[in-house]
């Protein structure tokens, strides 16, 4: 049982990536899923969530608008695409069913 994330990395300010994170041992499809981030000193932080049938998403509001999440339960597989990264938007990365967390991808954007 887990959650396993990908897609972090260094990107200049402006920039795009997008994370991946992959579930095993778990009925994906009844789960929904969540991205949360950290910043060194912070406390974590609620990203986007998304319903278990993928048919709403939340953001918070220090990404809306840039950052969007989606699913594919074929893959068990939820996504994160952030796109106009900000140097606020450093952190790790962590998906969540909101009782199971993976380990983090960690997420550096330069000035």
């Known amino acids: 049982v887990q959650l396993v994330e990908s897609g972090g990395g260094l990107v200049q300010a402006g920039g795009s990536l997008k994370l991946s994170c992959v579930a095993s041992?778990?009925?994906?499809?009844?789960?929904?899923m969540a991205w949360y981030r950290q910043a060194p000193g912070n406390q974590r932080e609620l990203v986007a969530t998304?319903?278990?049938?993928?048919?709403?998403?939340t953001y918070g509001d220090s990404v809306k608008g840039r950052f969007f999440i989606s699913r594919n339960s074929a893959w068990n597989t939820v996504y994160l695409q952030m796109n106009s990264l900000k140097p606020e938007d450093t952190a790790v990365y962590y998906c969540s069913t909101g009782i199971l967390w993976g380990q983090g991808t960690q997420v550096t954007v330069s000035s």
């Open positions: 041992g778990i009925n994906f499809r009844n789960n929904a």
């Open positions: 998304m319903t278990s049938g993928g048919s709403r998403a």
